[in-house]
Each structure stands twice: as C-alpha cells, then as structure tokens.
C-alpha cells in the first residue's frame, strides 16, 4: 500500500518510536498518545481493518494479541491496561491499516 502510513513506517521510510519488531508484526509508540503509556501493535503486512481480516490472517492476529500484555509488561503497565481497535469509518478508524491499540498508565503526559 504506497499510500499508507504505517506500510510507510513498516518500510522505515518516516520515523516511528520503535518497542518491538519482528518479521511478522511491528509495536510503536502513538505520536498522539491517550494515556501515560499508549503505542501499537500492527502486523507488516497491509491489512485495511478488522473488516478486511480473513482466515489466513488468524496467526498473526492471535500474535498481535499474545504481544500486548507481554509489551504491556515491559512498559509498565503491571496492574493492566486497555486495547482498542477501531474499525472502519463508523468505528472511528483514521489510519487504515489495522492496528491494536494498548494504553494505560494514567493521563497522558503532555
Ligand atoms: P485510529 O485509526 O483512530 O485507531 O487511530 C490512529 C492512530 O494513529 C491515532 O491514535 C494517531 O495518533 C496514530 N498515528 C497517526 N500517525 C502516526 C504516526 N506517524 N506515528 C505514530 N502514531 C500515529
Ligand atoms: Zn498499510
């Protein structure tokens, strides 16, 4: 997808706050974040949303969501955190490549 800007942080061709990477998915942090801790998980290959998922997409997202509490973990989020996923238009999608959202930690620093 040429147009879109988590292929284009995949690709490393804009900046992103890396936290994790592997050959499947990658973790960045949310340059707007809601929360004290807010980044997310998104897998390397281009998938529009939830909405666009199909059967052999059923690994990487059960990778996506077995990472969130471990990456959860190495930011500190011991007592818990939220995910979110948001899908479509309706949904309150903005960038669409799918993407889980994994915040907590408190307000926001800003
Ligand atoms: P949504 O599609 O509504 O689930 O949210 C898209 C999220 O992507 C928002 O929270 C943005 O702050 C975040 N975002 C947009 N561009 C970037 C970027 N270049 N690096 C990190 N996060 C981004
Ligand atoms: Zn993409």
Redesign the pocket.
């Known amino acids: 997808m040429s147009n879109c800007?988590?292929c284009k942080?995949v690709a490393g061709e804009?900046?992103?706050?890396k936290l994790y990477e592997d050959e499947d998915v990658l973790a960045?942090?949310?340059?707007?974040?809601?929360a004290r801790v807010?980044f997310?998980i998104i897998p390397k290959p281009h998938i529009d949303s939830l909405t666009d998922a199909a059967p052999e997409h059923q690994a990487l997202l059960g990778k996506i969501l077995l990472l969130a509490p471990r990456l959860a973990k190495e930011q500190g989020l011991d007592s818990g955190f939220k995910t979110?996923?948001?899908t479509g238009r309706g949904g309150?999608?903005?960038?669409?490549h799918l993407?889980v959202?994994i915040f907590g930690g408190g307000p926001a620093v800003k």
């Open positions: 800007i988590f942080i804009i900046p992103a706050r960045f942090h949310d340059i707007n974040p809601m807010h997310m979110l996923i948001n309150g999608q903005e960038v669409f993407h959202h």
